[in-house]
């Protein structure tokens, strides 16, 4: 399909013990909202992480723009580079200050000039809301600003894909929804996202497209309206009887 | 009786060895801190190549004696290659050598002591292993070290003292040239004590300084 820009066939993960994908398939379409929701260790992580081969595939394709990645001829750090990647611990780099966090790469990878990055960097700080912490050092942030200057770095690299690993579920409560609505805004401007969260409002309210992992396989797809108030899967349902009851 | 007056006559010469004992040391810790930290991110490396390289040099330098590798290197290699090396060259060259093996191993655990996630954020950056490194992974690494550095400092000051043996004229060797003249070997040795304690002190004052200089930003 032309309009998708991930692809994922049959892929397998095995680790030592567990066998954390079974064969999965999964398109993604440009400037689709994919939210990959289940019970933990169901591997949404672990798809999410072989996107962009952070984990390497047992078994199976993954393909970035018509492109099978996961293959030895491929440079992944070209690949990368369209591909950015928001993690549940934030993993700023806590030795240089938040600009520098934002700038580096666009600097190093892209090659831009620093003015040019800084400006940029600059304008993304703005639009996640905190211009004044620029030049403070990551340690000195709060967990929802460190989390929004985490976005700020992956979207300075200007990706195609943006892939979000549980970015709320490491925040105190009070403070997931500065980053939950930093996220919003990042999806209305028509950004590519696939997101592994637990925070089913954000599932129904910006998701294109839902999918329900469980057991290392996607048990059910739907549209969030659908998935969320009609699912066919009986795993499905009791997943979200459970989740919903309890939030 | 003990006899400190003729002291102040072999001061002059004393205070040059000990100027030679420090450049040797900072030298050999300069050089070994390179060789160090080639060895220490080829062992935390992908390549199973340059992990093996890195461990048997490592391996092999810290279970061997300095001594016996001072030796291999002044006495050994002449005779391999048909002319002498001198001792200041074989003394720099022996020291930094051990060094290395000892930095590279530090360098190895500050390495592996940055999270992992350092790494990946990197990556889904864009970034290959030599940026991540060099921007990443080894300035972090630096900073943890740097206590352990200043102790293989020390270490590396007071081993130093077995270049004496290769007629190399640091403080230990001046001692032993004034004990001939003078006959005088506790006064001596005594004096010599002092000014290696003076040196080690100083240095270890001025790790935790930049222990603590270092520390500012993070966590």
Known sequence: ?247 | MLDFTFIPRILPSLLKGAGVTLWLTAAAVGIGFIIGSFMGIMASGTSKLLGIVSKLYINVIRGTPLLVQIFLIYFGIPALIGASVPSTLAAIMALSINSGAYIGEIVRGGINSVDRGQFEAAFSLGMNRKLTMLHIIFPQAFKRIIPMLGNEFIAMLKDSSLVAVISMEELLRKGQLAVTRTFKPFEIYIVITLMYLVMTYCISLFVKWSERRFATDER
């Open chain 1, 1 to 247: 399909m032309k309009d998708n820009i991930i692809e994922v066939r049959g892929l397998h993960k095995k680790f030592k013990r567990t066998e954390a994908l079974k064969g999965v398939d999964i398109d993604i379409k440009k400037g689709q909202v994919m939210v990959l929701i289940g019970p933990s260790g169901s591997g949404k992580s672990t798809l999410l992480r072989c996107m962009n081969l952070l984990e390497i595939p047992t078994q199976g394709d993954v393909i970035f723009e018509g492109r099978k990645i996961n293959d030895k001829s491929v440079d992944i750090n070209e690949v990368r580079k369209e591909m950015g990647m928001v993690f549940q611990s934030f993993n700023l780099f806590p030795h240089i200050k938040v600009i520098d966090n934002i700038i580096l790469a666009p600097m190093k990878v892209r090659g831009m000039s620093k003015d040019e990055a800084t400006q940029a960097g600059m304008e993304l700080l703005k639009k996640v809301g905190i211009p004044e912490k620029a030049n403070d050092y990551p340690a000195q942030l709060s967990g929802g600003q460190q989390q929004r200057v985490a976005i700020a770095r992956a979207l300075a690299m200007k990706p195609k894909v943006l892939l979000f690993d549980e970015p709320t579920s490491a925040l105190d409560p009070e403070m997931i929804g500065e980053v939950l609505d930093v996220m919003k805004a990042v999806a209305f401007e028509g950004m590519t996202m696939v997101v592994v969260t637990h925070e089913m409002g954000f599932a129904r309210e910006v998701g294109d497209m839902v999918s329900f992992m469980d057991e290392g396989l996607i048990v059910e797809r739907a549209e969030p309206e659908k998935l969320f108030t009609a699912p066919e899967n009986a795993r499905t349902k009791l997943f979200l009887s459970k989740v919903l009851h309890s939030s």
